[in-house]
């Protein structure tokens, strides 16, 4: 083969090989997008940040100019998703709770245990530990931040009862049948650590 040929061939095979790297990453990019948007990975998503038996947890994001109303709004929010958990739940044990009691009282019940689990989102509650935060500073000179808090079940299950304790506004009766069934539900904790 002449030496321009053999020039002309490595030419060629260069170009193609060229070509097909370039298909090659446009069909990885192809791949990676979709019709429905771009996956994203947000801070604290993991199983770790998810309520389990023991936990109640809460992840929260807060975005502002200045970094400590941001660092609030993130608080206030992952106190917020802990709040309808705890809401939830209580739903759970007063439905329990009216199931056994056909009373006037078993609703009554239960609409203060909604009352006190809303409470908490306003409340400082000591045993709320912080997982983990995550700052950035964003183009456009913002802050956000994530947060993820978790507070033991039976840490704020002792907290409801000690504000029904404390609770002027409910009757002595009701009172006696929250503190009764926050119990109970203390006990199942300790039962099972």
């Excluded at 950035?136 to 993820?148: G, K, M, P, S």
Aim: glycine residues 6%; contains cysteine; proline residues 1%.
């Amino acid at each position: 083969m002449s030496e321009i040929s053999t020039m002309q061939h490595s030419f060629t095979i260069s170009r193609v090989a060229r070509c097909l790297g370039m298909f090659f990453i446009a069909g990885l990019l192809w791949g990676c997008s979709s019709p429905e948007g771009t996956q994203v990975k947000m801070p604290f998503s993991g199983k770790k940040y998810m309520s389990d038996a023991r936990h109640f947890r809460g992840v929260g994001m807060g975005q502002s100019a200045n970094l400590n109303i941001a660092k609030s709004k993130a608080e206030l929010e992952s106190r917020k998703v802990m709040a309808q958990q705890v809401r939830t739940t209580l739903q759970v044990v007063s439905d329990a709770y009216s199931s056994e009691i056909n009373s006037g009282q078993a609703a009554e019940t239960a609409e203060r245990f909604q009352s006190l689990a809303r409470e908490v989102t306003n409340t400082t509650i000591g045993d709320i530990r912080q997982m983990g935060q995550d700052i950035r500073q964003l183009e456009d000179q913002t802050y956000r931040v994530h947060v993820a808090a978790e507070i033991k079940k039976k840490a704020m299950f002792r907290f409801l009862k000690n504000k029904a304790k404390n609770d002027s506004k409910i009757s002595e009766l009701m009172r006696a049948d929250m503190v009764r069934m926050l119990d109970r539900e203390i006990e199942k904790l300790e039962d099972e650590e």
